[in-house]
């Protein structure tokens, strides 16, 4: 009886994996995963660049020089720092940007021929967002502006001067983190200088800058 069972036993293991070999396989599809930055993981340094366009511009002056509707590019770096509490991120975050926006006034009656140009501009700012699902981030932005305004006479003489100048700046902005070290970001911003004195014009204007920019840029977080 014992001999009979042993050899059952052997005869249902080796006929396992023939009826295996048999039965019709599954296919296997392969599947692609999009990384997802894990939640709470916002707080803690970072370093970028951005590119952007100025639209909408102006330099103020009290002269009377049209030097409406100024346009141009910009790019720079970004650093910062940010707190995560939940859903809500605050942090700290400056900025440096070459800019040529710039605007031509010319009058033949003056005579006048006059271009201004925002040669770089940079902030130090609050940051406070929220976020609507782990990885994506919606803020508002605003704090202290920095810039240099170049003025460059031809006619009536040929002299230039730039002033840095000091204001404040204020937008609103989103970051998508697509990976633990990686985001991008889009934003936009309304940028205010105050006037200076350009005393070596012949009209001795005093000339500011008003203007918005969109800007987008990467970010590498520590």
Not at 13 to 27: E, F, S, T
Not at 143 to 148: D, E, I, K, W
């Amino acid at each position: 009886m014992k001999k009979i069972l042993c050899a059952a036993a052997a005869v249902a293991m080796l006929a396992g994996p023939a009826l295996g070999a048999d039965l019709p396989r599954r296919p296997i599809h392969d599947t692609v995963v999009m990384p997802v930055a894990p939640a709470g993981v916002w707080t803690g340094f970072y370093v970028g660049a951005h590119l952007g366009a100025g639209f909408s511009s102006r330099f103020n002056n009290d002269v009377g020089f049209g030097l409406g509707s100024a346009s141009g590019f910009l790019g720079g770096l970004q650093a910062g720092y940010d707190y995560q509490a939940d859903r809500f991120v605050m942090g700290i975050a400056a900025d440096l940007s070459y800019a040529g926006i710039s605007r031509r006034h010319i009058d033949a009656i003056g005579p006048n021929d006059v271009r201004t140009s925002l040669n770089w501009n940079g902030s130090l700012r609050a940051r406070l967002g929220y976020l609507v699902q782990d990885n994506l981030l919606l803020y508002a932005t605003g704090g202290l502006a920095l810039g240099n305004v170049q003025a460059r006479e031809l006619v009536p003489a040929v002299v230039t001067q730039s002033r840095s100048l000091v204001g404040w700046t204020a937008g609103v902005g989103g970051e998508y983190m697509f990976t633990r070290n990686v985001s991008a970001l889009l934003e936009y911003r309304y940028t205010s200088l105050g006037r200076a004195n350009y005393l070596n014009l012949t009209t001795a204007p005093r000339i500011g800058f008003e203007g918005h920019t969109l800007r987008t840029g990467l970010n590498y977080r520590f």
